[in-house]
């Protein structure tokens, strides 16, 4: 599967107006770890009301005890501080880094906009060393430009 041919798939998820906000998020996780074999785990951060800390929203993959991230922390942490991409190619090689589980290798987490402002992130992680490309990064932003649209 191509990430060109995801896009379709992510605007029709997208545009089904009759299912919740959180329906369409898990639809789009599982779409993307289903279709691209490096996504091991894949799933939203949202602000948490005024606080500086991120709150899990929709996810798929093994279970997290990250439910709350304060800014700052970790790689979601930075993204929700910096408004920038993160693209981590060896957690193993980050100091900053919250370990989820042992069989994560890297890491790639793009923030979400509306109205120009920072209000969460797709975060995935994959157990393979370095997978991620500028592919892999456009594709993301497009899922992230597409889901600001129903946030």
Known sequence: MTFTSLKPQIENI???TEKTVDTRLKHICELLELEIPHYNWVGFYFKNGDKNELKLGPYVGEPTDHTII??????????AVSNKNFVV???????????????????IVIPIFV??????????????????TKD?????????EKVATIL
Request: aromatic content about 8%; glycine content about 8%; hydrophobic content about 35%.
């Open 89 to 107: 190619p060896d957690v193993a090689a980050q100091d900053n880094y919250i370990a989820c589980s042992i069989t994560v290798k890297a890491e």
């Open 136 to 144: 892999d990064e456009r594709f993301l932003e497009f899922v992230c």
């Open 115 to 132: 109205n120009g402002e920072n209000i969460g992130q797709i975060d995935i992680d994959s157990n393979t060393p370095d997978p991620f």
């Open 70 to 79: 304060p800014f700052g922390k970790g790689i979601c942490g930075q993204v």
């Open 14 to 16: 997208i545009s089904l």
